[in-house]
Nanobody
Framework: VQLQASGGGLVQTGGSLRVSCVASGLSFSQNTVAWFRRAPGKEREFVGIINRDGSTVYADSVKGRFTISRDSAKNMVSLQMNSLKPEDTAVYYC????????????????WGQGTQVTVSS
């Protein structure tokens, strides 16, 4: 199983970015796919998930600004980030699993390599 994340970059406050995760060796539509992030000097933080049925859950800090979507034909999950803030600066990771406690990173079996998102003030 391999997860490949891409699409990070540098954006100004208020801007938008889209990061994506492509999988080989498993089907995203058969699993829960999560996004986590780790800011410098901080612990990894839950961002959101998309469940097998397509339902989504978001952290309060990103709710209303971030949207997770899935393209089953491409076996890809994307994280659309709007109204970005400097505090959104982090390395963003996609993760796959069938968690009971979806906010806990230890519940996920497979991880992408991460992609850097930097929001300048």
């Amino acid at each position: 199983v391999q997860l490949q994340a891409s699409g990070g970059g540098l954006v100004q406050t208020g801007g938008s970015l889209r990061v994506s995760c492509v999988a080989s060796g498993l089907s995203f539509s058969q699993n829960t796919v999560a996004w986590f992030r780790r800011a410098p000097g901080k612990e990894r933080e839950f961002v959101g998930i998309i469940n097998r049925d397509g339902s989504t859950v978001y952290a309060d800090s990103v709710k209303g600004r971030f949207t997770i979507s899935r393209d089953s034909a491409k076996n890809m999950v994307s994280l659309q980030m709007n109204s970005l803030k400097p505090e959104d600066t982090a390395v963003y990771y996609c993760a796959v699993g069938n968690p009971r406690l979806f906010r806990l990173s230890a519940q996920y079996s497979y991880w992408g390599q991460g992609t850097q998102v930097t929001v300048s003030s």
